[in-house]
């Protein structure tokens, strides 16, 4: 892991103080909507709900498929930036809310 801080490093570039402000309206708009997740949609930040990656879930779902593995699939497969604690929840609401 350190490793890939230096590389990152390495592509720090400083931004303005008019960036800065705009970034930070940009945030204040998002606090105040106040909604369950943030996602980076076409290289914008966004608020939506909670139910937002569902779909993505759902295809993973199989019968007698553990939890835990459809969990490390998702982590694996998508670099969406959400912990494990989010995925097991949203599982289980899915499952329970199944007829």
Known sequence: MPADIAHYLQLAQDVSEDE??????????????????????????????????????ERQIQPGRPIVQIIGEMLMRYSLGLPDWWYRARLQHILSTRG
């Open 20 to 57: 800065q402000r705009a970034h930070s309206y940009e945030w204040q708009a998002l606090v105040v909507e106040n909604a369950p997740l943030r996602v980076n949609l076409n290289g914008h930040l966004v608020s939506a709900p909670a139910d937002f990656y569902d779909s993505l879930l």
